[in-house]
T-cell receptor, first 114, second 114 residues
């Protein structure tokens, strides 16, 4: 299992930015960082991924440190619907795209409160 | 992101019967599909990986004769739980990807065996 470490839980006020950290200190040069989330009783939802540059899409931003040993997922304006379990995973890159089997640890339970 | 569907969303069956769950990739060709199982308050557990036209590869501890997987086309995979028992009651989630691109998940199927 490709190791990542996340805090078990975090709280965030609605409308504020949620910053979710992930440690992947042993990441290899050919591994991407992927973020998914799972809202209660639903299948996981892809959020974003990156290799070494910061990435942004309509859902979130991903900040990867220069040494690639850690990253932060940022939800810029959290809403109640962002309450979910967030998973940070490493996947081996092959030919410029992701590769490998996605497995899940415990993730971070993010609770957004009014 | 890409869309993956599952059918049915929930099913109740009697002990000893077989149940088939369908997984479809709606807007892309899924060269690889995955099946996961999730028990209450636990993380997702990968059961098996299947490539289109090939036999599935099962994770350690997953009985291949009990969980039959068919991936006969680039848009459809099925999981059949044979001779289901109450301990097979769980949330079953499929996932799909095209070659080595991002993996997308279905909404899940909740199985209850009485």
């Amino acid at each position: 299992d490709a190791k990542t470490t996340q805090p078990p839980s975090m709280d965030c006020a609605e409308g504020r930015a949620a910053n979710l950290p992930c440690n992947h200190s042993t990441i290899s040069g050919n591994e991407y960082v992927y973020w998914y989330r799972q809202i209660h009783s639903q299948g996981p939802q892809y959020i974003i991924h990156g290799l070494k540059n910061n990435e942004t899409n309509e859902m979130a931003s991903l900040i990867i440190t220069e040494d690639r040993k850690s990253s932060t997922l940022i939800l810029p304006h959290a809403t109640l619907r962002d309450t979910a379990v967030y998973y940070c995973r490493r996947l081996r890159n092959a030919g410029g795209t992701s590769y490998g089997k996605l497995t899940f640890g415990q993730g971070t339970i993010l609770t957004v409160h009014p | 992101g890409a869309v993956v569907s599952q059918h049915p969303s929930r099913v109740i069956c009697k002990s000893g019967t077989s149940v088939k769950i369908e997984c479809r990739s709606l807007d892309f060709q899924a060269t690889t599909m995955f099946w996961y199982r999730q028990f209450p308050k636990k993380s997702l557990m990968l059961m098996a990986t299947s490539n289109e036209g090939s036999k599935a590869t099962y994770e350690q501890g997953v009985e291949k004769d009990k969980f039959l997987i068919n991936h006969a086309s680039l848009t459809l995979s099925t999981l059949t739980v044979t001779s289901a028992h109450p301990e097979d009651s769980s949330f079953y989630i499929c996932s799909a990807r095209r070659y080595q691109e991002t993996q997308y998940f279905g909404p899940g199927t909740r199985l209850l065996v009485l």
